[in-house]
């Protein structure tokens, strides 16, 4: 079994800053891509950003420039960072790991944190 928990989220005032985290255990080779991603009640889910095994990451444009996304490999470990935060950016937001076992990959979702920006 593999979880991914994810924590701190918030409210937030518009023009503030977020750090979330989520952190991935139990039983895998090792970790391949980390991603966040969230949703509107009665929207679709959608990829805020992603990092690859490598270090490296992809925005959606909606937030280049105002989220980074980095990993901590040792701790198995994902964060964003979110600055500039609008209430646009108001969602669920939800931790996407994909691991590899032995005999294929898996993707395992958060829970999901609230991040709620408004005055």
């Known amino acids: 079994q593999v979880q991914v928990v994810e924590s701190g989220g918030g409210l937030v005032q518009p023009g503030g800053s977020l750090r979330l985290s989520c952190v991935a255990s139990?039983?895998?080779?090792?970790?391949?891509?980390m991603g966040w991603y969230r949703q509107v009640p009665g929207t679709e889910r959608e990829l805020v950003a992603v990092i690859t095994s490598g270090g490296s990451g992809d925005y959606a444009d909606s937030v280049k420039g105002r989220f980074t996304i980095s990993r901590d490999n040792a701790k198995n470990t994902v964060y964003l960072q979110m600055n500039s935060l609008k209430p646009e950016d108001t969602a669920v937001y939800y931790c996407n790991v994909e691991v590899r076992k032995p005999f294929s990959n898996t993707v395992v979702w958060g829970q999901g944190t609230q991040v709620t920006v408004s005055s």
């Open positions: 139990g039983s895998f080779i090792r970790i391949n891509s």
